[in-house]
């Protein structure tokens, strides 16, 4: 173990302006190896603050580099908490996730310098291993803080019985570029970029990571070979640690991120249980916000790790889009709330009723020319906020059904759901449905969105009956201002971001084969497609 080397001002400056405004004590800093078992112990770096006495911990433990986290160390014991920042046994090492975080815990509580008082936080990954920990020792856990991840670790990974493509390709290739058994301190570059065009493209699907890399990434390819619900992941999936005697627990995330309706899902399963919670929601993809983020964290740990104060936490705090305003509210409204219903009309008009004998609207999906993902969460920043789909909404495969213009402002809050029916000529179809604020120039902005693929049922391609498909747009919280138009944008893909629909009902992993669909959207009152969300009231 290396003495602990003091922290100079510049490195707090540093600190101050990445992870958030620092507290009034002094820091040191020391390395040491945990012992995880007999064989392994893994790499940690600890920041303690210039106190006499034991003091709280927070741990938290990476894939990415613990050199990459440094700030936050600083920031933490500047705050007058023992910071635990601890490499994982790999870049990807899911399974042992939970028994390395108990081992760790256990390591903690024999050192002189605690005080039996801990904290568990996490970003993204960071946050999956924290629920990991917290599984194995949450009687131990005094406060978690959570951000960009869900409790479930692999519920992202299968958006509406999908694939997520673009998040899988691109971020196996980034961990296991940073992946070398020879480094006990892996390097890995986040916010890498994209996989190439020829990656995603390429059939069968199994080998894109060939294509991208050169070689077999093992963790892409688990993923295609252990699908969706497969037992196979189970293990991986936390969820039951959010129930009653789950420690205090807070949510951070962003509405133009990927895990904003499984972070959601974690937000009901606390507040179903009585849990003491609150969910933060801001206007950022995934990881942003991060020093707000260390603020929340922060004020959550002081009420219930240090206890230095009884702080009033309102149970959700979220930003509206389409506005500049946050609110605090007790609750977030449920799905059985009183809602409006906005239904697809002929000639590509949204309308307050169904329409009596409107003709069903068809396109063609064509896998070859698969309908680009705009606007949807990314490790791409270009990519992962909201922008014009004037564009997108030329193509002949995307089909739009548009309000009149609001005569004063309407707002979103709550949860947004779509319910279809659908034909398809294919085996195999998806069904994308997106919302966006059409503003008076015509711009239209992308403002919430979901895919349901839809397979092995013959409903979709035979007999004279459309199939009723509901589909969970997630939550949203959005203003549509006056003179502003509500549009519903359908369409059968939304590529990389979620994989193409080969047409053919063959394996996603192995397919080769693919066959353009015809799609057929029913739309009158015997078949009353629609659009439901819940509007606020003025008082809200």
């Not at 995880?36 to 927070?58: C, K, N």
């Not at 440094?70 to 790999?90: E, K, M, P, T």
């Not at 149970?315 to 609110?327: A, H, I, L, M, Q």
């Not at 959005?478 to 502003?484: K, P, V, Y």
Request: some cysteine.
């Amino acid at each position: 173990m290396l003495a602990p080397e003091h922290v100079p001002d510049g490195e707090r400056n540093l600190a101050a302006a990445a992870s958030g405004p620092l507290g009034p004590y002094e820091v040191y800093a020391h390395s040491v190896d945990v012992p995880i078992d007999d064989s392994l112990a893994l790499a940690t770096s600890i920041f303690r603050p210039e106190t006499a006495g034991a003091v709280p911990a927070v741990l938290i433990r990476t894939p990415y580099g613990k050199e990459f986290w440094r700030n936050d160390g600083i920031f933490w014991a500047s705050h007058g908490y023992c910071l635990v920042l601890q490499d994982c046994r790999g870049t990807a090492s899911y399974f042992d996730e939970a028994d390395d975080g108990e081992a760790t815990v256990k390591w903690i509580q024999g050192q002189d310098w605690f005080d039996g008082r801990l904290g568990l936080q996490g970003m993204s990954y960071m946050g999956f291993t924290a629920w990991a920990t917290a599984s194995k020792c949450r009687d131990d856990v005094d406060a978690i803080s959570v951000s960009y991840y869900s409790s479930d670790r692999t519920s992202s990974w299968y958006p509406g019985g999908s694939f997520g493509l673009d998040m899988a390709l691109a971020w196996s290739a980034m961990q296991d570029g940073g992946q070398d058994e020879n480094d006990p301190d892996p390097d890995v570059t986040l916010g890498a970029p994209l996989a190439s065009l020829d990656a995603y493209l390429h059939l069968p699907l199994i080998d894109a990571d060939e294509v991208q890399t050169g070689k077999q990434i093992p963790i892409f390819r688990e993923r295609l070979t252990h699908w969706g619900d497969d037992p196979h992941w189970k293990p991986l999936d936390f969820s039951h640690v959010l129930s009653e005697g789950c420690p205090p627990t807070l949510l951070f995330g962003g509405w133009y991120d990927y895990q904003r309706r499984y972070l959601w899902e974690d937000y009901q399963r606390l507040r179903r249980a009585g849990v003491h919670h609150r969910i933060v929601m801001g206007p950022w993809m995934h990881g942003g916000g991060w020093a707000e983020g260390n603020t929340e964290a922060l004020r959550w740990f002081d009420t219930h790790v240090q206890k230095r104060h009884d702080a009033h936490h309102v149970p959700v705090s979220f930003y509206v889009t389409g506005s500049e305003d946050w609110r605090e509210v007790a609750g977030w409204p449920d799905s059985d709330t009183e809602s409006t219903r906005w239904y697809l009309a002929p000639n590509g008009v949204l309308a307050a009723t169904a329409s009596d004998g409107s003709l069903p609207t068809r396109y063609t999906y064509d896998p070859t020319d698969p309908t680009p993902s705009v606007g949807l969460a990314s490790f791409d920043p270009e990519r992962a906020m909201p922008c014009d789909n004037r564009a997108l909404e030329l193509r002949p495969d995307v089909v739009t059904f548009t309000s009149d213009a609001f005569g004063e402002p309407l707002t979103f809050f709550g949860p947004v759901s779509a319910t279809l029916w659908v034909k398809s000529s294919t085996q195999s179809a998806d069904f994308f449905v997106r919302v966006t604020d059409v503003h008076p120039d015509g711009a239209s902005y992308n403002v919430i969105d979901a895919l349901r693929r839809v397979e092995h049922d013959a409903r979709l391609h035979s007999g004279e009956e459309p199939l009723k498909l509901e589909i969970d747009l997630g939550p949203c919280a959005h203003l549509f201002d006056t003179g502003h138009c509500l549009r519903v944008q359908i369409s059968s893909g939304a590529f990389p971001f979620y994989v193409r629909n080969l047409g053919t009902g063959e394996d996603v992993a192995t397919g080769t084969r693919v066959t353009a669909a015809e799609q057929t959207l029913s739309h009158d009152t015997r078949f009353p497609a629609h659009v439901t969300a819940v509007v606020a009231s003025t008082e809200t």
